[in-house]
């Protein structure tokens, strides 16, 4: 049912490895974010962007980082994992701001750092 | 931003009963939005309520927003076992991104 997409769906991945979570919308909406959420806890709001060549960081700090090159694509990099990154990371996008529109999500990226 | 908070945090209802779940807030809105997640997804919206609407349905979902209360119900009639899942609430002023509480988990039990 979503037009936004997530790869990969689950990852194990060791300590200190490099990885990139991906995220692509085929909408064409301007907005996209990223949130974490642990099993039963908040989403936490961790990065978003209001178009192409803009990011910020959102109200959970974390150590990730994203880019946003073109309007559809909105990946999640990791330098380093660490067992404290195992989380599950969802990627939304809205074609406006929230007060008038709702978001699409993604079905997540399961992480696991070991 | 402001958060949501849904209550009760747990439901359990036989199939076929309704499902009401509550959000409470602390401070004026432009909307309210209502999500759904299954186990392990993303969210999907279900439906978005304005500030000056008092109540909205759409399928067998019922919406109702109290301004003066700062509060929303969401109402679930003849629950199927599909609608097991959890629930949140999002609250919205301005350009506020959205936030979200923890939740209320509903188990439709068959």
């Known amino acids: 049912e979503a037009d936004i997409y997530q790869t990969p769906r689950y990852l194990v991945i060791g300590t200190g490895k490099k990885i990139t979570l991906e995220c692509s919308q085929t909408?064409?909406?301007?907005?996209m974010y990223w949130y974490q959420q642990d099993p039963g806890m908040e989403l936490h709001l961790i990065h978003y962007?209001?178009?192409?060549?803009?990011?910020e960081k959102g109200d959970l700090s974390s150590e990730s980082t994203v880019s946003r090159i073109r309007t559809e694509h909105f990946p999640l990099t990791l330098e380093s994992a660490r067992p404290s990154h195992t989380s599950q990371y969802l990627c939304?996008?809205?074609?406006?701001?929230?007060?008038?529109?709702?978001?699409?999500f993604g079905s997540g990226t399961r992480l696991t750092v070991v | 931003s402001q958060q949501g908070e849904e209550d009760p945090q747990a439901l359990s209802i036989q199939e076929g009963e309704n499902a009401t779940m509550n959000c409470s807030y602390k401070?004026?809105?432009?909307?309210l939005q209502w999500y759904r997640q299954n186990s392990g997804r993303g969210l999907v919206h279900l439906i978005l309520?304005?500030?000056?609407?008092r109540e909205k349905h759409s399928g067998r979902l019922r919406v109702t927003l109290d301004t003066s209360k700062k509060s929303s119900s969401l109402l679930i009639t003849a629950s199927r076992a599909a609608d097991t899942a959890s629930y949140f609430c999002?609250?919205?002023?301005?350009?506020?991104?959205?936030?979200f509480g923890t939740g209320t988990r509903l188990t439709i039990i068959p």
């Open positions: 939304a996008s809205s074609e406006g701001l929230g007060h008038t529109y709702g978001y699409t």
């Open positions: 909408m064409g909406h301007d907005k």
């Open positions: 962007s209001y178009g192409v060549n803009s990011t």
């Open positions: 401070t004026s809105i432009n909307n």
């Open positions: 309520i304005r500030s000056n609407e």
């Open positions: 999002a609250p919205l002023k301005g350009n506020e991104k959205l936030t």
